[in-house]
């Protein structure tokens, strides 16, 4: 069989080209990053359990009418989604203190915020994605004034139906990222959710205990990321056991 052709190779996700013009397939890794890849491991199983979030949020996203990079899923580890031109920003979405947040302005992790807000990060791993104001993306084009308008409510959108979907089995979404592309339909272009929504890209606290079920676990040596994760998919009906604790097949000679 002919080996497909890689497009790219990131820090817990490949891509290749697609079946069809247009369309590339997105494989879920199970190697984990923090710190700007300063700490890494493989975590069995990760791949598997974010393959099948994102494709429930991307799913629950279009079902509402925000549109996504995402077709279908293909098989535990990969999916299909639409080839689109990445805009180099990471939309970071905030309902509670945490992280470089909590960092920056000295505030307690979990202080609700007075409303939720939307930052932006330049996408550049050697710059540590520097977060950056409306008036440098403009001014440097790497989006337009209407884009950015869309983006934020795009963001927001995505924020409220997470936040709902996630307080509706007890957990509370802290902060996420997203990345938004551009498909082009001739002329036209569009802006949609890419990339991945997964605990990998979220804060996720468990509403009555405050455990964390995100990729912080990992970040933070809270335990066992893969069980966190399946606590997630468990609790949305996505994936019902850890993968990674299954017995294995054994080879019969
Ligand atoms: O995660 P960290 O403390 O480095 O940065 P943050 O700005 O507090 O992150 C806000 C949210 O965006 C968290 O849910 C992160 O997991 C997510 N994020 C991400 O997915 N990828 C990045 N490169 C940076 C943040």
């Known amino acids: 069989m002919a080996r497909r052709k890689l497009i790219y190779e990131g820090k817990a996700k490949i891509l290749y080209d697609g079946p069809e013009p247009g369309t590339y397939v997105q494989y879920f890794k199970d190697d ?16 598997v359990l974010n393959n099948r979030l994102s494709e429930f949020f991307m799913n629950g996203l279009q079902q509402i009418g925000v549109p996504t990079h995402f077709i279908k899923r293909l098989n535990m580890r990969e999916q299909l989604i639409r080839q689109c031109e990445i805009i180099p920003l990471e939309v970071i979405v905030r ?4 992280g470089t947040m909590a960092k920056r302005l000295g505030m307690e992790e979990g202080t609700q915020l007075p409303r939720p807000i939307v930052e932006f990060s330049y996408k550049d791993d050697s710059l540590g994605d520097p977060l950056v104001p409306e008036e440098y993306i403009a001014a440097f084009g790497w989006a337009s004034q209407q884009d950015l308008d869309d983006i934020v409510s795009i963001a927001l959108k995505v924020n409220d139906f997470i936040s709902g979907v996630m307080y509706g089995v007890g957990i509370k979404l802290v902060d996420f990222k997203i990345e938004i592309g551009r498909v082009w339909d001739n002329d036209f272009q569009r802006l949609v959710v890419a990339d991945e929504i997964s605990p990998d890209s979220c804060r996720l606290w468990d509403i009555e205990t405050g455990r964390k079920l995100d990729k912080d676990v990992f970040r933070r040596d809270l335990g066992d990321l893969a069980d966190a994760y399946t606590e997630v998919a468990k609790r949305l009906g996505v994936l019902p056991t850890n993968t990674a604790q299954m ?3 054994t080879l019969i000679n």
């Open 32 to 47: 984990a990053t923090a710190f700007n890849a300063g700490k890494k491991d493989v975590i069995e199983g990760k791949g």
């Open 95 to 98: 309902n509670y203190a945490a």
């Open 247 to 249: 017995p294995k097949p």
